[in-house]
Nanobody, 126 residues
Framework: QVQLVESGGGSVQAGGSLRLSCAASGDTYSTYCMGWFRQAPGKEREGVAGISTGGMITYYADSVRGRFTISRDNAKNTLDLQLNSLKPEDTAVYYC???????????????????WGQGTQVTVSS
C-alpha cells in the first residue's frame, strides 16, 4: 500500500511552466508503476503520463507529448511532472496514482490504478 500527496499546482499564463510533485509514503514505492492524471470540470479523468518502476520507460498522452515530462526518484519516493508550454486546455485538477503494473498499464486507464492522491489544481489563463 502507498499513500500519495501532490503539490506544486497553481495559476500560470499560457506558455508558462509548472512542476508538480507527488510524495509517496511506504517502502514499496519502487515496485509501483506511476501515472499522472487530470480531470477538468465536466470531463472524465484522463491519463496524461506514466512511468515504469525503474523510470526507464515513459508514456504520454498525445495532447501533452513534447510539453510534459514525467520523472521519478525511487530513493526519495517522489514522482514529478514538468509542465511546459502550458495551454488553457491544460486547466484541470492533476492527480498522481500508483498501480501494480497490470498488463497494458501504460494505457493509463484510471481503473487500473489503485492508489490516488488528493489532487492539485492547475489553472492556465490565456
Amino acid at each position: 500500500q502507498v499513500q500519495l500527496v501532490e503539490s506544486g499546482g497553481g495559476s500560470v499564463q499560457a506558455g508558462g511552466s509548472l512542476r508538480l510533485s507527488c510524495a509517496a509514503s511506504g517502502d514499496t514505492y519502487s515496485t509501483y508503476c506511476m501515472g499522472w492524471f487530470r480531470q477538468a470540470p465536466g470531463k472524465e479523468r484522463e491519463g496524461v503520463a506514466g512511468i515504469s518502476t525503474g523510470g526507464m520507460i515513459t508514456y504520454y498522452a498525445d495532447s501533452v507529448r513534447g510539453r510534459f515530462t514525467i520523472s521519478r526518484d525511487n530513493a526519495k519516493n517522489t514522482l514529478d511532472l514538468q509542465l511546459n508550454s502550458l495551454k488553457p486546455e491544460d486547466t484541470a485538477v492533476y492527480y498522481c496514482a500508483a498501480t501494480s503494473c497490470p498488463r497494458q498499464w501504460w494505457l493509463l486507464l484510471h481503473r487500473d490504478f489503485a492508489y490516488w492522491g488528493q489532487g492539485t489544481q492547475v489553472t492556465v489563463s490565456s
